[in-house]
């Protein structure tokens, strides 16, 4: 068996359980890479990623280089002698860095490659309406996520299942599928698969204000799945309007009612303690929202001290 010397890059939470994960297995990381620390809240102090927080409670060795291309980053990377970088939800690497250890650079990537390649794979599978997605470990190449597969696992997606729900799912599963990855580079019985080089396949596009806006001219299911693809984070949005005020809020959770009504596409109704939209052949009732400098609440709660007015309406 090889005697590796891992070198484990990552930044938020999905990375944890991984990192978590080698280091209950014994593996050897003599090295964590991970962002360095930036300001965050309202008094803007210096926030450790949650790798660097875990990684420092168990005494690793860790690097928070701004450049992976800077020679005195290289230089302690070298001293590390690392034979093998392990990457999950990292940045693009130089392949002076990928390149650099013996049994090479391999990736966790949170769909089945090669659909969903990029920033949000997670999110675009639930909002594109998908009933599978899974994991890939696959070597790091010149690309982003073109690299050859070493190992897949399916995952089912419930009509329910958040992006929140998913990720968990998948951050779990993926921690396994990579000591699976380990294992097997360790035993020097990996075979890979290449990835085929048409131009066919899905993307995980970055996620903006522009693609994250609600249209609710569009179908029921559209819309249902774009909420809970976005939650919680980043969250759908969408204009209120009001009593001839508009202003943007943000939904996380919500459902679909299929119903044959009249009303106006975006009209705002509410019965007792339930908020509904009309929408092309039913109603989205949405359960949780954010109003702007308020904090997030259920419905309920909302009507309690929130007033909608003849002309309210989401647009």
């Not at 008094?43 to 005494?59: D, F, I």
């Not at 806006?213 to 759908?236: C, E, F, H, M, V």
């Amino acid at each position: 068996m090889r005697d590796l010397r891992i070198i484990f890059m990552g930044t938020p939470d999905f990375a944890v359980e991984t990192l978590k994960t080698i280091i209950e297995h014994d593996y050897n990381v003599v090295g964590v890479i991970t962002a360095p620390d930036k300001p965050a809240g309202r008094g803007r102090k210096l926030r450790a990623s949650a790798v660097k927080e875990y990684a420092l409670s168990k005494n690793l060795n860790i690097l928070q280089p701004t450049n992976l291309k800077d020679e005195g980053f290289l230089k302690e990377l070298e001293a590390l002698q690392p034979n093998l970088n392990i990457v999950v939800a990292f940045r693009m690497l130089p392949k002076v860095v990928w390149d650099m250890p013996q049994y090479g650079t391999f990736n966790l990537h949170a769909s089945l490659l090669p659909d969903y390649r990029g920033a949000a794979p997670i999110n675009w599978a639930i909002i594109n309406g998908e009933h599978k997605t899974g994991i890939t470990t696959f070597f790091i190449d010149e690309k982003i996520d073109t690299g050859h597969v070493i190992f897949q696992e399916e995952i089912a997606i419930n009509s329910n299942d958040t992006a929140g729900v998913l990720h968990d799912k998948l951050m779990t599963n993926g921690a396994l599928l990579v000591i699976k990855t380990i294992t097997a580079i360790a035993n020097d019985t990996v075979t890979v698969l290449p990835q085929p080089k048409d131009s066919t396949f899905k993307t995980a596009y970055k996620l903006n204000r522009e693609n994250t806006k609600i249209d609710w001219t569009q179908d029921l299911a559209t819309i249902y799945n774009l909420i809970r693809g976005l939650s919680p984070y980043p969250s759908a949005w969408c204009e209120l309007y009001n009593k001839g005020i508009a202003e943007n809020i943000k939904i996380y959770d919500a459902l679909p009612q299929e119903e044959v009504h009249s009303f106006d596409i975006g009209k705002i109704i509410i019965e007792d303690t339930t908020i509904k939209v009309a929408v092309n052949k039913g109603y989205i009732l949405i359960n949780k929202l954010q109003l702007p400098g308020k904090k997030a609440m259920d419905a309920k709660a909302l009507l309690n001290g929130y007033n909608f007015y003849r002309d309210a309406k989401m647009m």
